[in-house]
């Protein structure tokens, strides 16, 4: 089979599509032929050997839908030719609060879904929602659990209540802001793009603000009047810009770090305000699940912002790491 390789962590143009034997499915395991993969920017960081405890040569994507098309013992053979997407964890445990010590992702270490087939648990593969076409399906995983449980377990986010958004503009920010659109909430959005501005009011944000205009933390407290729950990606660039427009109990969920690992917090806005600063990442296979519940229902589909063909996956990884716009990056086989 070919897959977009990395053997060298010297950055995006060091991929390449080469060859690799075709994996079998071993017990309790199916074999997936990829129809779709979608790119993260962990991918760009494991190029550039960001990533800890990396291995190589790996295959690259950690989200990806396709078709079963073998399964191992004690799978039931009634399951090939399901469609399915993929759950990109391994080993999240026993407890859904927190993942365990061991938990990690497709793609690193895991094996990667940028290839034209991967084995996985059987668990993993999970029915695509019908509506979905593959490269929708596969934009799904990791940006959508990541909102779904940022917004819902962790921010326990509710109908009517006031959501900020940094940084829509991204696979998961602009996942949450479809989220939150359907799950009631009044959406609020930052970025520096004035198009992905446009496409989060487009998708039913109330109000949008570009991040490098020094005056919008007053337009964003004057608009919303108090904010009841934050996601954001960025906090050491916004939390500063946006701690006064919350609520007495507001709740910040933190889920990266893009622009820097720390940020200041005074003490007195957070006790004063009884704030609760929430870490998230990822999510379960079940809540994988819900979402995709969700998304069925209400008809959901993620923002993509180009697609492009798996021969020209390494144009994509570049893509990415440039020009990119609003919503996700993937591939199709």
Known sequence: MKALTLVTADGPESVSIQEHATPEPGPGQVRVAVRAAALNHRELWITRGQYPGMTLPCTLGADGAGVIDAVGEGVDAARIGEEVLLYPGMNWGADPALPAANFALLGMPGPGTIAEF???????????????????????????????????????????????????????????????????????????????????????????????????????????????????????????????????GARVVLYGSTGGPSFNVSAPDIFLRNLRLIGTNVGTRDELEALAAFMGEHKLKPPIDRIFAFADAKEALAYLDGAHGYGKVVVTF
Request: aromatic share 8%; charged share 20%.
């Open 118 to 248: 991967i084995c996985l648990d059987a668990r993993d593969a999970l029915r695509k929602p019908a509506h979905l076409s593959f490269a929708e399906a596969a934009a799904t995983p990791l940006a959508g659990v990541t909102a779904w449980r940022g917004l819902r377990t962790k921010g326990e986010l509710k109908a009517g209540e006031k959501l900020l958004i940094t940084g829509v503009g991204g696979g998961v920010g602009a996942f949450a802001c479809m989220l939150g659109v359907a799950l009631g909430a009044d959406v609020y959005v930052t970025s520096s793009s004035e198009e992905s501005l446009k496409r989060a009011a487009e998708s039913g944000a109330k109000a949008g603000f570009n991040y490098t205009d020094a005056e919008w933390r007053k337009a964003l407290a004057a608009a919303a009047k108090g904010i009841d729950v934050v996601f954001d990606g960025a906090p050491a660039a916004s939390f500063a810009n946006y701690v006064r427009a919350l609520r007495t």
